[in-house]
């Protein structure tokens, strides 16, 4: 009896579990694929799902029916960490996505078990299924190759079937023909040994798992892509988190023109514009306030030398307001005339939508003739550092910091304006009586209300 031969399921899987998480995953050059909470990656491009089983001692189990998955995301880059509880122990799929010759979405499975295991890898559903060359094919495309032979293939036309021959034994030693069903559900398996403490790659939707980087330099390389936007220090850990997690995951969203503002209040300006630039055309008042808002928060020419200022302006007469806000950027391009001309206009301009959005607005809000800093201040707050590093606003890039002596936190700031003549920063959140228009400095404030005396901070300095 041969290892494989040993997993077969001795009782039906589990009631399936509704899936709610779904994490985009893509590259640079605009592949994108969805990556549910089972580690089961959807192609975006068409209707094809691959996800995995494991055999174990005791039975199958499929994470999408299993109520004992963890999937966590280790760190800001779509890099996934996902935990099936089998008999023994752990399964782990690493999945995140990379180009090597071409783009695809890798799944890394470990074994952390103390006993061998089987992997099924599963793709499905299409006209027809076929297996060729360590790859399952869905309607004559590839959807997955794993990254040795496997041991057993399985084709069926529904996925029901398809459970039932990988988890009864029934899985075929030698490769079987193309499948075809005609309602559209053809689906198939690949089933691979994994010994205890080793890992093996699938790739979807194809290609050479050896060559494609490991999930260390992926996410290495997603930090260098956020070293530009703004950064701060919280003493909410997951509302700090959500600051870079969330910048990725718009950089990876679809292009519309809330995500745009949201990239460039947080500093990733020639990211938002680029996105302007390829897709003004489909929604052009939206992508008009964009454009009004990312000048407003920038005011710097050179991200927008390439942009098309004249079309989204003429596509979107229903938004003076925010063809008076780009007057400034006219002028830096010499069209005087149309600097004047936008001058003239007014109207109101509806804010961008979106969690950064907001954060943003509540670390620095402008107000008549300023901005107000941190404007509530949740007394869990109150003793903990607070560091915001280079965020864009209407009036300039503001750093700030806040420290604490006993009760009273003490403020530093770093204030480069635009030309708007002093700006007065302020900080309701901690002392409403507080204002300077200073563009550096450091103050003692009093002490909020509620505050408790904490221990005076290590000397240093905000920077």
Known sequence: MGLLDRFRSRRAPAQTVILHIRTRVGTDDGFRAVVDDAASVHLLDRPVRVGWWIGGDDRWYDPAAERAVRQVRPGPAPVLETRLRVAGGDVVATTWAAVAGGPGVVVELANETPVPVAVAVVAGSGGQVAVGDRTLSVDG????????????????????????????????????????????????????????????????????????????????????????????????????????????DLLLAEPVPDVAAQLASWGLVAEAVERIAAHHGEDSAGWLRATATCWVLHRRPEPFADLPLGDLVAAARSEPGAV???????????????????????????????????????????????????????????????????????????????????????????????????????????????????????ALLAAPRGAAAVSPPEPGSFS
């Open 141 to 248: 495309v590839a959807a997955c190759t794993v990254d040795r032979e496997p041991g057993r293939f399985a084709l069926a036309d529904t996925s029901a079937a398809l459970w039932a021959a990988v988890t009864g034994g029934a899985a075929s030693e030698s490769v079987p023909p193309p499948l075809a069903s005609p309602t559209g559900d053809a689906t198939g398996a690949l089933v691979v040994p994994l010994l205890h403490h080793q890992s093996l790659r699938f790739v979807v939707p194809g290609g050479d798992p050896a060559r494609l980087p490991a999930a260390d330099r992926v996410a290495a390389g997603w930090s260098t892509r956020l070293e530009g936007a703004a950064r701060i220090e919280l003493p909410d850990e997951s509302l700090q988190a959500s600051v870079p997690a969330g910048l990725v």
């Open 324 to 442: 008076a806000r780009l007057a400034g950027l006219f002028a830096a391009r010499g069209d005087d005339r149309a600097a004047t001309d936008a001058a003239s206009l007014a109207g109101p301009v509806a804010d961008p939508e979106g969690p950064l959005w907001d954060l943003a607005r509540r670390l620095a809000r402008p107000v008549d003739g300023g901005l107000a800093l941190l404007g509530e201040v949740p007394e869990s707050w109150h003793g903990q550092p607070v560091e915001v590093h280079g965020l864009p606003t209407v009036h300039g890039s503001l750093s700030y910091g806040v420290r604490w002596h006993g009760e009273r936190p003490a403020l530093l700031w770093e204030f480069e304006p635009h030309d708007d003549g002093p700006v007065r920063l302020t900080v309701p959140g901690l002392d409403p009586a507080f204002s300077t228009i200073e563009p550096t400095g450091e």
